[in-house]
Each structure stands twice: as structure tokens, then as C-alpha cells.
């Protein structure tokens, strides 16, 4: 965990720890130095402050934990004056994108309901029962605690977002010590883990439309699969045949730094093109404005001001409304 | 030029002179040591023999030399005995793909009519004069001496192709003194070449589609050139729209390693998402068989092998048949 | 410890964690790609068959251990039959330089009498209880277990001996696993070893004098040890002043790769030239015919060859005889 | 030569020209690298002004030069205003160290008459003509152009020094074209230069006694001849036989960072331990103060202030006074 008012090396101690005793210790030769570098690089000037946020949450046992729908940590003799304490701190690390999250009765009502996401995702997953799980673009984590209530017996979170680091963080605080032992969180992009064939799952849910070369991620998403894993894709998608693949403007929901969104079909071709061997689009559908808005943790815009106001199948540039798919390939 | 029977440092030395001696001198910094790594773990096992051949070309002062349709060189008192023997020596290094070139008498009559593509693509370049011109997966180098044609100060050939270096190396041979220091080509990728940008006209014909990710190729093209400059590119085109973009399967056309495939409309809205300002396709229309067979110095299959034998219009696989399209971009 | 029939990367997996879960966790960004890099370029067509005969010692519970005079490991059931194999196997790991062992009953009579060494060093290095203690040059570990029993935390041998890697690694294997898990090897020289700063104390005995430069080797050692550590140094001297050096010629009594061998004197000057503050030599004389000699387990040439055979305070090559002192620096 | 108001890449155009046409063209590799880096992280505040002092200065055609005892640059024609802005422009390069120059009538009376050492070094050195000459440490190039004048092809100089490199400059910016294209300078250290093996003659004037590792360094200076070179060895050293070195304590004649002064014998014999077969001492004999004092253009403290006031037989902390060697090894 944290020490000191910055992050040091030793606050990786355990998760390296962690890498060196599980199957794939290789991982250290290039991770040990990403971090070290990330330390001395990192130009966030924000983190420090919100790192204090995090460093200052009251320490609470647990009583009970709940990984379901909302990730909950409760103790029944919690004091009103901590819960109030609590969401000062954790206000402070708005906006809350990925929950929602129960902290001693600290309620983060997201920007997302991102169990619904689960809801569609879980049945098809299997058993990730004594499992190593990466999951690629986590933002705050709250799919991790999800993967542990699934038996995952390590999960592994990479997401480069230090805001999303510090979320993670808070949340990790109050969970038991031997949960905490099993989450990871490496402030790291996809582009710094090479080819480790390793995991026994790979997540990667909202981030292949944010890639220049989506061939070039779906064939690092499989290099990082053992063989016979499994890789949970989620993203975007139009409507539409094998070649059909829009490339918006400047801005697509106002989003910038949006590349490719290939129909499912596209997608699932692209898929076999790299090498998955059974590819299987389980879950299709509309994001509805129920599962995406703005909140008391997160007050900025969300998928409503994303929509042409007066035709919610576009968006406010005149591009289909976003549509998601799940595809699971292996 | 070449020196002893495999090629060494020196071999580059007039060229990493003209390098020093340019308004780049900074490319040194990465080319050096990236041709010393080509030299210390070039794979190729026939490059030592194609070199040979190379090395072997009788050393003829030309009398005559035209850079038109047909790269031609000529010297009025050739004897037969040596035309035979430079026919042998360049039949050494076939196949032999772009051209035509006449050496001495010996016609080399290529897969590809080149002069096509260049009449084509050469009324919508503007004057070179004066310029540096890069071209980028240049093959033999029939195209650079075109650009030489057209006023070029120095042309820069970049090409992984070791055969096609030995092509260009033998064609520089017959080259007078004066042409040879401003033909240069370098054995590399275009990975190899980091932002330099510092070519006035850089060309690309011929390559997009072999790339998995054509953004970051877009990309990579416009960082090579200097401020205003210009980029030409010629590529495989579908017909449609903006959002129209085939990844065939294993193979188009027979080839492997094809990824994308836009429609010229797609492909121009791709250049401006790249940040060029001014892109106007000024050339489309489908390759006809005149312009890509088999011939005595290309004995393997072409373009009619490629295409369903009973609909010309379509690839072997079922896919549209190739069409191709000249794009400038400002 | 060693999995499969060559050195894994996962045989450091153990090594690595004690690392992360020490108080110098940034050890671990240039050590893992060393080791990995060791790995792929380890050239000792040898090491193979040495840590072979390592794996195919046989499990024993040990009953009693000594890590006094003669480290000593017991089982009070051990079976001759049992004896045997172990003394066959270790036999394949001759010569043995750095003794004596006693393992199950099984006596390695090594070339140098170390623990005559250690009676020199021990009453002067201070109780090390609770240390990270390093030795540079370790060997086969002999020192190290000496060190465990002075109360250390954990050793850290550092050697690029592999025949010593696979020494120390048959002696380990028969250790309980309370001792297993704070005995280190790594097979690494001194320059791998950055400015780590985290040592408590730090050995070298008997490397200085093959070191080409001496003053950095100094500045090396010192900069291994945290602020306040102590550096035990043990070489080889002569006798005189400040500015008494001998650089041998090609050889110094048999050996190739010696450098300097300065007096104790200068060697005390340097090391405070470096900047050490305290410094003191606490033992200087003259090596015995006794302390290093042929055994057994050492057939080779040993300090009676090597020295004037009609004046033995003479090298064979007319050089003063060894003469050691032992120097803390603080 | 330097365009624009700091050092850029193109500065060097010339000089890697040079490299890329010499016979060791691979010096490319890692020189263009080096001097990119320099550019990037030079740090030295004073470079700046310097360089502008040197842009400034006139430019006026020679009609008289001399590379004798004072490196003599001369047009009859010269106005006095043109005098006295050289003069002024040339004072805000001080100190001067080496020389002496007289350019344009300026005469530079530099710390060192480094033509009495020329006078000491010549007569042994045989002819340089046709020869690739470096200099090691090489200050303000004063040697440089009596190597030329000896007939050396190019001579490369070689030092850190910022000042030195501005000096340099300011000297070769009066220099005919045919003598610039002849005389270069690196702002690097040895620990730059690889084992380039490609100079014919390698001088080394006063720096051996700053080295930590005077072995590793006369290797290096080895590594850098061609097979069948010479090397010319200058530095301080003291009286006494082959195991005769003195270590300074932290100043040396008030330098700080002095390491070792062996004998003119210990040198002699360490050079033939690095591998050298001829090893000559040329010339040996103490520095007199006429050789090296205070003057107009270096108004710091110089030899006179650095020996025992009432023993100048003694340096300021009772050390041997300087006595120079030159050493030439084969």
C-alpha cells in the first residue's frame, strides 16, 4: 500500500511480491522497470493530492463484504462522524466513473451502472475459479471485485488513469487483508506488457475504439492470453456487415480520440483474422441513458449531452448512437 | 558502393556523406546505427550472391542515358560478348518486378509496366527540382530515377527488400558519377525512420494495404516530410463510401499479409483525420493485364492468376478485383 | 530453488520475493532483466550436468544443523547406502575451493580452510542480528551460513562463478527451509550491482587484487552498503608504505588477472580517498601452507605450487608471498 | 561551423562529412548518437555566450599562416578596429590554457608555453603525413595544428571541455577552408570512444593523473590505434621504481581529482601490461615556472602558487613537484 506522502517503489512491494510467486515471474524483468520509471516520469500533479485523500481514510475491520451488484464493505459499530469523513475524502476523487460502491455506508453512485455491464457479461465468462485475470483499461476497478466474487484467485488491473489508480486505492483500503493480497493495480497501458501469455482471462471492456490499430490490440490482447485462454471483448459497434467500419471525425459522442468502431461482424472477423479460433458475439444492444449519466459523483456530461437531443439513435454529430457488443474468443 | 564479397559499412559511405552534407543531418543519428544492426544480423542468406552478381557487372562508361518511360543507359561500342554477359549476371537477380530498364542493350522487361503508374501519377507531382524525395517501399528503384527525370536533387529509396537492392545497386552501376551521388537507397522499413521531417515529396505506392495498422502508416508518412510538404500515395481501393473498408481473409488476390483495404473515399477521410489539409484523389481505375504479367524476367505467377479465371472483376477469393488510386495530400 | 533440467527463470522465484518484501524492493528493476538476461546467455556448457548432480540429491530431513567451524548438516537415521550417492554426486561438483561442509556425514575437505579465515574476520564485524549482509565473491557460500549463524537476516551471495552457483545450491538443498529462504545466490559480478545503498554490511574477501581498477571497485563496495553500513575488506598486500604498489607482471604466484596489491597502508589510504571516515585494519599476515592446500576434493595446484620452492616467502615468479590483512571501513 | 545562436546538429555537418569519407566510417554509429545527446542535455550556462563571442568575430581572409612554435594567423591589411574587437572578443574566452596564438596580430600569451612541450615531443613522434591523428584531452587545439603541421591528414580532438571546444572555435574560424576541412573537435570524453582501433597516432597530454583507472584508460587509449599505431603519452609522474606510485590525498598541487602518478618506470611497465610491445621514455624532467604561469590571458593562480613557497621542490601539500614524462608506446 501507499507510504509516504508520494508514491514510492516499495508501494509495489506486494504486487511484485505477487508476480514473484505466481506462475509467470518473468513479468518482473519488465515490469520492475516500467514502474521505477513510471515513478520518476509520472507528470500528474494532481496524484500527490489525491494519493493524501487516500492515505488519510480512517482504517475500519470489515465485518462484512459483499462483491455483488454494488462492492460493499460495512462494519455495524461505524461512527456517523467516520461515514462523513469517509465521503469527504472520497469526494474528493470525483468524478466516479465505474461503480457503484458501498463503503461503510458511503453509497458512490457512479456514472455508470456498470453492473448492468456485468449482468450481461457474467453468464458467459465460466468459472474463473483459481483463475490469474487481467483486466485492460479497469478504470476504478469495480469489474476486479467482481472477478474475485467469481473465484479468481488473482486479478490483475492495468489502466494508465492515475485518478482511476487513486480510486482503486480507496476502495482496496477497506477491503480485508486477504482480498487486498489478490487485487492489483499497475498504472500501466496495454503497450507496456509485451507478448506474456499468461493470464488465464483477459478483460477488455471500452477501449478498442480508442486504438489507432485495432489489429495491432486485438493481437496483443491474444499475446497475453496463455494458451487456451480466454479473452472478454467489449466495445462499441454500428450496424452492419463484415465491411462495414466507421472512422468519426474529431469527435464521436464528443469523445476525441476515437478511431475505429467496426460492426460486431467486422469485429469478429478482425478476431479470426488475428488468430482466435472460436469467436462468439454473446450480447448485443443499445446503451440505455439508465445505464450512463451524470450523478452527485459525477456531475459533468454523460450519454445524454452525447445524443442529438432531438433523436436519441445519433449522436450530437450525427453518427449512430453507441451500440455495444460483447464478444468472448479463444 | 559495394566493396569485398558481402557488403560492409563502407558500402553506405557516400551515401551517409550525402546524408551529413544535406539539410538533415540529424537523420545520421538513427541510420547509422540502424544499418550497422542490418549489417551484423542481415539474415539473407542470397544477398552474398546476388552482391556477387552486382560486383561482377562490367564497368562501362555510358554514352548515353535516358530516364523516360524506359531507364535507359547506353554506350555506342558495346560489344556483344559483354551485353551477354550482363544479361546473365542481372538474369541472376530475378525476379525482377518494377521496371523497364534497357542496360546496354539489355532489355529487362519487369512484371510491371512502372511507366504506367508514373505517366498516371507524374502530370499531378508539381516541379521536384531542388528536392529531396523519399520513396517509400521503392523496389527496384525504377521510380527514383524517374524523380531524377523530374528535377530531384537526391532521391532516397527505403526498402527492406534485400533482392531489391540488389536490383537498384546493379541498375546505379551503369549509372554516370553524377547520378550515382544522388540515388541512394537504404535498406530498412519505414518503422526504421522516425520523424524526420525533412523530405519535400515523399511516395508510397504500393504499400498501405500490407500494413496492420494504416493510421499509424498515414502517420508515419506525413512525419517524414517537412513542413508543406507533399505525400504521394497510391494504393489498392474499393468502390464505396466512408465507411466501406474490406479486410479480406488469409489471402487477397493470393497475396498474404493484407489488411486494409478502404475505399478512396474512406482513405481521404483517413488522410485529414491525420491532420493533412488539402487531399484530392487525382486517379482511380482498376489495374488492367497489360500492366501486371509474367514475362522472361518474371516467370512466376501475375495478375491473371490472381483473378477468378471466369469474372475478371473479382479476385481469386471472391473479393472485388484490384483497383487503384492516386491520392495526393498536402 | 532449481525446477527442470536447466536453470528457469523460476528457479530465482523465491530469491526474487525475498527481494520485493525487503526494505530495497528497487533492487528487483535491475536484477530481474540480469537474471533473465543470464538466462538466455549463459555460455557454461557445464552448468547443465553440475545442477543436474544437484537435483538428484536425495530429500533429507535434517535432524541437526551447525553453521559453526565446519557447516554441518545431520540425519541421525542417514543410510550408508544414501551416503554414497550424496558423496558420488557432490564429487561431480570438484574442485571445492571455499570449506570445510559436513553433510550427512559426508566430509568436503576443501581446498582453503575458510573458517581459519573466519576466526580472523569474526571478532571484528560486530553482531550482525536482524542484517541484509551481502559477500562479494561469495564462492560456494561458505561464508554466507557463517554469517546466518552471526544472527543475519538474510545473506546475499553475488558470484559469476557458476560452478560456485552450483555449490552453494547443493549445500542449500540440504538446509531446513527456515535457512533455505534467507540464503541468496545470485550469479553476478559486482558491476551488474548498482548503487544500491541497502546492505548493512558488506564482504569482500579476495577479490581486489583482480580488479583493474581498484578505486572503483572501492567506490563499488562502498556504495552497496546504506549510510552507517561497514565494508569488510580481506586482500591480498604487501608490506611498506603509502605509495608501495605492486602491479605484477603476467602472473602473481601461478594466477593470470592480477592487478594492484598494495600495501595495507595504501589500501587504508584509498579507502578513505574513496570516503570511507572510519577505517582500521584489525589482522595482517603472512597466508599458511596449512589454510590453503591440495585435498581430496581439490587436486589441482594449491598455495605450495605456487610459491619459490627454495624460499617460500617468494612467489614462484620472485614476488613477495601472500600476505592478507582484514580492514572495516565504516 | 556553428549557425544560429547555440549549438545545433548541423554544426557538426562537416566533421561527420568527414568521418563518413574517412577510412572508419563506423564511427558514425556511435558518434551521431553521442553528439545529438550532448546537444540535448549540455548543461554548461557559460556555452551560450561563448559561442557568441565566437560568431562575432570578423571574418578576414588570411594571406600569411603559420602552424610554428606560435599558431600565427595573419592579413596585411588588417584595420586596428578589427584588432581590438578580436582582442575583445577573444578575452571573453578566458582563461587560455594552451597556446600561444597570435591571431591577426592578437597575440594570446596563454597559462602554458605548450610549444616548449611540443619542442620535448616532436623530435620522437616520427612524420605524421597521411595520418589520421587524435588527440585525447585535446583543450584548445594547439597541438591540433602543429600535428598538421607535421603533415597529419585530419586530426581529431577530443575533450569535454566546453570553454576548450569555443576556443577551438575561435581559432579554426580564422583558419584557410583547406585547414577547417582538416581540424575537428568533439566535445566528448574518452569513455565516449569506443575500441575504434582506427587512428594512426594517438597523443595523450596531461590526463592519466585524473583518471580512476589509469589500466582501463591506457587500454582504452590502446583500443583507439589501429593495428601498428603509436601512441604518445604525456603526464605527471614521480621518481622512483616500478612499485613506486603515489595516491594523493584530495588535492595535488591544489587539483582536486588527481588519482594516481606512478613512476615513469611503473607507467612503462602498466603499459606493457596492457599489451603494448615497444614502450619508450622519450623525455622526463620537471615543470619549470616559465612553462607554466599566470599571464595576461589566464590571471588565476598557476604553477608558482601550487609549490611549497620555501621548497619548490614540494608542491603546496609537500608531494613531489610535478615532473613530467613522454612515454611513445607501440
Known amino acids: 500500500m501507499i507510504k509516504g506522502s508520494l508514491v514510492q517503489f516499495s508501494a509495489f512491494q506486494d504486487d511484485l511480491s505477487a508476480v514473484a510467486q ?23 500533479g494532481e496524484l500527490k493530492a489525491w494519493l493524501k485523500s487516500v492515505e488519510q481514510l480512517p482504517l475500519i475491520t470489515p465485518t462484512e463484504i459483499s462483491l455483488g451488484d454494488t462492492v460493499t464493505v460495512t462494519n455495524n459499530q461505524i461512527q456517523p462522524g467516520q461515514q462523513a469523513r469517509i465521503e469527504g475524502l472520497l469526494k474528493q476523487l470525483m468524478p466516479w466513473r465505474k461503480g457503484p460502491f458501498d463503503l461503510h455506508g458511503v453509497h458512490i453512485d457512479t456514472e455508470w451502472r456498470s453492473d448492468f455491464k456485468w449482468q450481461r457479461v457474467a453468464p458467459h465468462i465460466g468459472d474463473l475459479s483459481g483463475q490469474h485475470v487481467a483486466d485492460i483499461g479497469c478504470g476504478s476497478g469495480y469489474h476486479l ?12 488491473g492495468i489502466d494508465p488513469g492515475q485518478l482511476f489508480m487513486a480510486q482503486f486505492l480507496a476502495v482496496k483500503h477497506f477491503m480485508p487483508k486477504e482480498l487486498q ?21 483477459v478483460f477488455s471492456m471500452g477501449v478498442l475504439y480508442h486504438r489507432r490499430s485495432p489489429i495491432d490490440f486485438l493481437s496483443q490482447l491474444k499475446q497475453l492470453l496463455r494458451p487456451g485462454g480466454q479473452l472478454v471483448l467489449e466495445t462499441i459497434v454500428i450496424e452492419g456487415g463484415e465491411q462495414d467500419v466507421l472512422v ?11 478511431w475505429f468502431i467496426p460492426s460486431s461482424k467486422a469485429l469478429m472477423h478482425w478476431l479470426r483474422r488475428v488468430g482466435f479460433k472460436q469467436v462468439e458475439c454473446v450480447d448485443e444492444g443499445v446503451t440505455e441513458l439508465a445505464e450512463q449519466r451524470a450523478t452527485a459523483w459525477m456531475e459533468g456530461q454523460s450519454l445524454a449531452d452525447f445524443l442529438d437531443p432531438n433523436d436519441n439513435s445519433r449522436t450530437i454529430e ?8 460483447v464478444i468472448i474468443a479463444k
Open 145 to 156: 471485485w467482481r472477478m474475485l466474487e467469481q473465484g479468481a484467485e488473482h486479478v490483475w
Open 248 to 258: 468519426p471525425g474529431q469527435t464521436y459522442g464528443k469523445m476525441r480520440n476515437v
Open 181 to 201: 493480497q489478490r487485487a492489483h493495480f499497475f498504472p500501466l497501458g496495454i503497450d507496456d506488457l509485451g507478448p506474456l501469455q499468461c493470464f488465464d482471462t
Open 22 to 44: 505466481s506462475p509467470f515471474p518473468e513479468w518482473l524483468v519488465s515490469l520492475a522497470p516500467q514502474l521505477e520509471n513510471w515513478l520518476k516520469t509520472q507528470q500528474h
Open 318 to 325: 450525427g453518427y449512430p448512437a453507441p451500440r455495444r457488443a
